[in-house]
């Protein structure tokens, strides 16, 4: 099954971690990265995708694995 997540956050040095950690433990990039400014900051968004061998199920804790 592929799993999906959109990890979003300020544009720092800790989101560029976050997705650094996600692509380590499996994760791959998914379409090209999204920014748009909230009045005070820039604000950056990363879809990622995972294949994995389980089954679904709306409990599983995407950022675990």
Same mark, same amino acid.
């Given at each position: 099954m592929k799993l999906y *997540?959109?990890?979003t956050g300020p544009d720092d040095s800790s989101f560029c !971690? *976050?997705?650094t950690e996600a692509l380590n433990r499996g994760w791959q990039l !998914?379409?090209?990265p999204t920014l748009t400014f909230d009045g005070e900051r820039v604000i950056a968004g990363q879809a990622i995708v995972k294949e994995v061998e389980d089954?679904?199920?709306p409990e599983l804790q995407l950022g675990v694995l």
């Open positions: *997540r959109l990890l !971690h *976050r997705v !998914h379409g090209a089954d679904y199920t």
